[in-house]
């Protein structure tokens, strides 16, 4: 349609053209568009001389503007010879926009696009490594959703709108194939118009980078979802509880059984025999009491507390063998009998070559006077002889060849100070020990500070450290309280284990025996439970005994004493180490790494929206990427009318270039002239004839290819 300007002034009369269509070429063109346009009539007569006020239809201008949203209000004209251009003083030329002003949406868009991205990252920095919020009706993956899909959205929207605006670029730089219109159209609406072009185009023009920009935007989503991944961690509960005994004073003992005669501590002798006859794996007798109300608990501070541990040396270098053979009145006449004997002790054992009677193991409690390698020891020493590479099957068959090595063992019990850190796993008890204190002196009388007995007195690091009070009878010093083993404790403690662990095992022809040297407890199950007994981690191999035993013994004494803090017992003394019962939470931790994607989109967007505002050409109209802007352009035509009518293209045609080889005809709509003749409506339909190849003025436009006026 022509534009306003062009009011009030009259068309310039006919001139012929040199390329018009003969008379047959009308008739069939004609016709076509009878067809094409589904409607009856005969065509109007094209030599009526057109009024010179056109007015603009209101149906046309509101289709336009629906299928042309967001074009501009300027026309360009595409003019013919010198003489058709109308007069000067009547066209209203367009004004020239600053850049700010035409690319306003872009540069908004990118803002946006930026705003939103950067919001994004806010709120993931906010929530990394935190528990993930718990929000009403909404989740923190909605919202990094949300702000990704928008941050996208706003950057293609400017990235799209820039193509758009390259396409006019790329057009007016040279002559260009009408095939280039449609990659550049397609390659503003998604990534596979953007794929082609940038197939087609090899980098050759700016437009490039956008098809980029819209390819690599498909895996903007993604990326940005992928920053979020949720772990499960164990955060402390308020609520819950989590505690476990310690004990600095031992000294708790049985009943008075005769004068100057205490049983030991049933909890501990109890213990004790269940770590040597209960083959249970999960070790029960080792693990102390802990309450824990979630299952899983820990402890920040260091615990430390009295305990018992075992140490073993093989002494079989001090072993001394002794080989004698029987006298002949004797009912072993003439054969050998083989002793081994520990010289401070005398524990022997003995056994005779290639016959079943023997001592298939010996076991002695003896002081630390008697001991051959602890003679410093605070309570009663082991020790064990038994054969080399013989096992349990020896108790019920087999013999002992003449040369037989045996071994010698000796264990002790020693109380000490440990420093440990406390866990519990899905009620899973265990421990991480820190420090050991082994260095003791026995005090002998009790006063109102000191308890008489074995006492340990860390060094004063070991209260910053190891988790050990502060002595509060001098709290000034900031030195260690001290752990002491009870004197009655530890007495009652040596008879125990001098009566269990004192005896031996013979073996006759016949039988097997388990004879004890004492008499009390229970002697001769242990001397059994030592022999052929099922102890938890113990082989079968007879000289690996005794160690494992007294591991086993170590521990359930440990368990007694850090259970007596569940016992309101005077004579010893107890605490609560309290740690931190954990509930698991679920935890944000972002990965950064996949933010590098958006944030190279963006730039990249950003820079073709910059780019495009800052060197836009002033003669290249803001087209965008719309397809219909050929709307705005007026072609300066004439096709046997005796005048020359500014038309406007239907957009309902679009321009396809699989006819960018053929020739343009433009007929009048039946329906633009009313029943007086006037023309009521400019609307003319844009139809595609392969009548005539093109002559050398065809000239490409922004979105069809025009005839040029060559008179």
């Known amino acids: 349609m022509a534009p306003s300007g062009l009011d009030g002034w009259r068309l310039p009369a006919y001139e012929p053209l040199n390329n018009e269509l003969e008379p047959h070429e009308t008739e069939q063109a004609m016709s076509s568009s009878a067809v094409i346009r589904e409607e009856t009539g005969e065509l109007d007569d094209h030599e009526e001389t057109m009024p010179g006020n056109i007015s603009q239809s209101s149906n046309s201008s509101s289709r336009d503007e629906a299928s042309c949203s967001g074009s501009t209000s300027d026309t360009a004209i595409m003019r013919g010879s010198a003489e058709d251009k109308p007069p000067e003083s009547n066209v209203s030329a367009p004004e020239p926009k600053d850049a700010s002003d035409r690319f306003t949406f872009e540069l908004a868009g990118v803002v946006v696009s930026a705003g939103l991205l ?121 609520s819950g509880k989590a505690r476990i005994g310690t004990v600095s004073i031992y000294n708790t003992i049985g009943s008075d059984m005769a004068t100057s005669f205490f049983e030991v501590d049933p909890a501990l002798k109890g213990n004790v025999y269940n770590s040597l006859f209960n083959n249970d794996q999960s070790r029960p007798w080792e693990i102390p009491k802990f309450v824990c109300t979630s299952s899983n608990c820990t402890w920040d501070e260091p615990v430390a507390s009295l305990e018992f541990r075992t140490l073993c040396t093989n002494v079989t270098s001090v072993l001394i063998p002794n080989c004698t053979t029987f006298p002949a009145n004797s009912s072993y006449a003439g054969q050998t009998n083989c002793t081994f004997t520990l010289p401070k002790s005398n524990t022997s054992a003995w056994y005779l070559p290639n016959s079943p009677v023997m001592t298939p193991f010996s076991v002695a409690g003896v002081p630390p006077t008697d001991a051959e390698v602890y003679t410093n020891a605070s309570l009663i020493v082991i020790q064990y002889i038994a054969p080399q590479h013989a096992n349990v099957s020896l108790f019920e068959g087999g013999l002992l060849p003449n040369g037989t090595l045996w071994e010698a063992t000796e264990c002790l019990l020693d109380p000490i100070v440990r420093s440990f850190r406390p866990a519990v796993h899905q009620n899973t008890y265990s421990e991480e020990t820190l420090a050991i204190w082994t260095q003791s002196n026995f005090v002998t009388v009790d006063n109102a500070n000191v308890t008489a007995g074995n006492t340990l007195t860390p060094p004063g690091t070991w209260v910053a450290d190891y988790g050990v009070p502060v002595n509060q009878s001098s709290p000034q010093n900031n030195s260690a309280q001290s752990y002491v083993l009870g004197f009655n404790a530890g007495k ?220």
């Open 118 to 238: 950067a919001t994004m990252l806010a709120l993931l920095s906010v929530y990394d490594h935190q528990p993930q919020p718990s929000w009403p009706h909404i989740s923190l993956n909605a919202v990094i959703s949300t702000l990704s899909t928008l941050s996208k959205a706003s950057l293609i929207f400017s990235v799209g709108e820039s193509l758009g605006q390259l396409k006019w670029v790329w057009f007016s730089q040279q002559k260009r194939p009408l095939l280039h219109l449609r990659l550049f159209d397609s390659a503003s609406r998604g990534a596979w118009g953007s794929l082609r072009l940038v197939w087609h185009q090899r980098a050759q023009h700016f437009a490039g980078l956008g098809a980029v920009v819209m390819i690599l935007a498909l895996a903007f989503d993604p990326f940005s979802q992928n920053l979020i991944h949720n772990y499960v961690k164990m955060v402390a509960d308020p």
């Open 492 to 711: 009652t403690i040596e008879t125990f284990f001098q009566a269990i662990f004192s005896g031996q095992s013979s073996r006759s022809v016949l039988h097997t025996v388990f004879t004890p040297t004492f008499n009390n407890y229970a002697a001769s199950d242990t001397l059994e439970a030592l022999g052929w007994g099922n102890i938890t981690g113990c082989s079968d191999l007879l000289a690996d005994r005794l160690p494992c035993a007294m591991g086993n013994v170590a521990a359930a004494m440990t368990k007694t004493l850090r259970d007596s803090a569940y016992i309101a017992d005077p004579r010893s003394t107890s605490g609560w180490a309290v740690g931190n019962a954990m509930m698991p939470a679920v935890y944000i931790a972002v990965h950064w790494q996949w933010v590098v994607l958006p944030l190279v989109v963006w730039v990249a967007g950003a820079t073709l929206v910059y780019s495009n505002t800052t060197t836009k050409s002033p003669d290249i109209q803001d087209l965008n990427s719309l397809t219909c802007s050929i709307v705005k352009y007026y072609a300066h035509l004439s096709f046997r009318t005796s005048i020359h009518l500014y038309l406007e293209v239907d957009p309902i045609f679009p321009c396809d270039p699989t006819y960018s080889t053929k020739p343009l005809v433009l007929f009048p709509s039946p329906s633009i002239r009313d029943n007086h003749g006037n023309v009521k409506n400019e609307e003319y339909f844009l139809y595609f004839f392969s009548l005539v190849s093109f002559s050398q003025h065809a000239k490409i436009f922004p979105t069809c290819m025009v005839q040029e006026n060559s008179s």
